[in-house]
């Protein structure tokens, strides 16, 4: 194993250090318990977004801090998800009054530790409220959940959610919008290669020079199928199709897109793929209102792509074009 870390049992607090450093303007790493915080602090009288997950996403979810988006973000140890106790502290510090939205990927452990978390905070008076993302069309069930993987759908559900709050939308309305991008969000991903979790110190899974894996989950799980390497016309076809008859889209649809860079996967190779994914869509009349090309929810160093397609209205477009400054994201 080689990587750039000093000790693995430090690597998600000396990260965040770094973030904070990197990005003082906007983010405030909290210890013992870890969160991040946006540096602007709890805005009274406005509805706060808080998310969280086990670290090895990266920008996911503390590059995505920041104004119009998130106000916390809980990182657990690589891959695992945080504890109830960060998510109760982060809620409870950016609580501006008007209640606080827990966006949470369907994994077993976020689900317990998130709803755990919101029971802690309701007696302590703060209104809380969640949404499940489970937009991963490749495994009706996988290794750490029950149902679908919460998976790219959720960088679009934080920035919606992130805009409308910062508009003055009472929870409820935060809430609903949040579920409308999950309800009519579907994802796929691939890998070419596995990653390696630090504290593991080899690779999650093995495949072949020749082979590759199918509806990948971001942590190494299991995908659909395991097969030849194809060209990337191929894969490109292979899962658009897939996530375009989940919903099922029809012509005439306006959506966002996103293709998403697992980690390891040069800028120049995920061009060409979108480059694809245009041309997929243009066929089948949808329309492309607005896109996000690169690394946005990664899986440490792994090689592959994703690809997420949300039908959007008029106001999920006004939403995504509102202003956005955080350390990964910013317009």
Not at 247 to 255: E, I, L
């Amino acid at each position: 194993m080689k990587k750039l870390i000093n000790d693995v049992s430090t690597i998600v607090r000396d990260s965040m250090a770094g973030m904070e450093k990197a990005h003082p303007d906007l983010v405030k790493a909290h210890y013992n318990p870890n969160f991040l915080t946006w540096a602007a602090g709890p805005v009274k009288g406005k509805v706060a977004v808080v998310s969280g997950g086990g670290s090895g996403h990266e920008p996911l979810h503390g590059g995505f801090v920041g104004k119009g988006m998130l106000n916390a973000a809980c990182p657990g140890e690589v891959f695992t998800s945080p504890t109830p106790d960060q998510m109760e502290e982060a809620t409870k510090a950016v609580d501006g009054g008007a209640g606080v939205l827990h966006i949470v990927k369907n994994y077993s452990g976020d689900v317990m530790n998130f709803e755990m978390a919101a029971d802690l905070c309701r007696e302590a008076n703060i209104e809380v409220e969640a949404v499940v993302i489970d937009d991963d069309v490749a495994v009706q069930d996988s290794l750490y959940t029950q149902g679908r993987r919460g998976v790219g759908a959720t960088v679009f559900a934080e920035k919606i959610a992130g805009a409308a709050a910062a508009r003055g939308s009472d929870l409820a309305t935060v809430k609903k919008l949040v579920e409308q991008v999950n309800d009519n969000g579907r994802s796929m991903g691939m890998a070419l290669t596995s990653c390696i979790v630090p504290a593991a110190g080899k690779p999650t899974f093995d495949l072949k020079d020749d082979e590759i894996e199918i509806g990948i989950g971001i942590h190494g799980e299991p995908g659909r199928e395991r097969t030849k390497m194809k060209t990337a016309a191929e894969l490109a076809d292979m899962l658009t199709s897939a996530v375009v008859d989940d919903v099922p889209f029809k012509s005439g649809d306006n959506v966002f897109v996103m293709l998403n860079g697992m980690g390891g996967t040069p800028l120049m190779e995920l061009y060409l793929l979108y480059n694809e994914v245009t041309g997929i869509l243009g066929k089948r009349g949808i329309k492309i209102s607005r896109n996000l090309v690169g690394n946005y929810i990664t899986s440490l160093e792994m090689q592959g792509f994703s690809i997420t397609i949300v039908k959007v209205n008029d106001e999920l477009v006004t939403l995504f074009d509102a202003p956005v400054h955080t350390p990964a994201l910013r317009w």
